[in-house]
Every structure is written in C-alpha cells, then in structure tokens.
C-alpha cells in the first residue's frame, strides 16, 4: 500500500490549510475503502502524536486534544483520498503530517496504523 501526502507547506499563524493523501496499491480484495485513515504528526524533538482518524464510510471521527475543533478530517472513497483541513493554524501546529491507514475499517482508540504515508511538512509562522 502507499500513501502520498501532499499540501504542507508555509502559512501565517491563524490561517488555513489543507492536505490531502491518495492511496494505491491495495492487497488483492481490498480498497481504499477497507481502510479506516488517519494523519498523525511529528513535530521536531517530539513524539509522533496522533491528530484525527475517520473509519471507513465516513461516519465515525476522532480528533487530538490539541486540534479538536480546529481541524476535520473527511475522505472520499471514490477518489481513494483523504483529508485534513486544518483551520485557526498556530506556530505548535508545525510538525510533519503523516497519513497512515489501519486494516480495521472500524479503527479502535486512536487507530493502529499498519501503513504509513512519507509525510508532508507544515510550517506555521507567528
């Protein structure tokens, strides 16, 4: 499975921003749809923290402390695509955002990521 991100880049501290990760590659009987989705992100020094999952049809979603309210994920299963929109952006935002994909269709917690995206890096200027 691969994953590609694609929408980081630089933005002023209380803007927007919105990324996007397309997927291919499924194993033989699966889609994109079989996937519950998720963005994590790494900020320099820290931990990869988890940011928001969304199960596979979309009616399920779950957010960080730290960006509830901020940020919605969404997918498109049509397009083998998902989603961050990212709103009110601040400077503890900059990190690089990874997609990952969980087999689980019904993620559990905050997802158990099987396949990873290569990231895509976010800079937030105050």
């Known amino acids: 499975v691969q994953l590609q991100a694609s929408g980081g880049g630089l933005v002023q501290a209380g803007n927007s921003l919105r990324l996007s990760c397309v997927g291919s590659?499924?194993?033989?009987?699966?889609?994109?749809?079989?996937?519950?989705m998720g963005w994590f992100r790494q900020a320099p020094g820290k931990e990869r923290e988890f940011v928001a999952a969304?199960?596979?049809?979309?009616?399920?979603?779950s957010y960080g402390d730290s960006v509830k309210g901020r940020f919605t994920i969404s997918r498109d299963n049509a397009e083998n695509t998902v989603f961050l929109q990212m709103n009110s952006l601040n400077a503890e935002d900059t990190a690089v955002y990874y997609c990952?994909?969980?087999?689980?269709?019904?993620?559990?917690?905050?997802?158990?990521?099987?396949?990873w995206g290569q990231g895509t890096l976010v800079t937030v200027s105050s």
């Open positions: 969304i199960i596979w049809s979309g009616t399920r979603r």
């Open positions: 990952a994909a969980d087999p689980n269709p019904y993620y559990s917690g905050t997802m158990t990521p099987t396949y």
């Open positions: 590659g499924f194993p033989s009987g699966f889609s994109f749809s079989s996937y519950s």
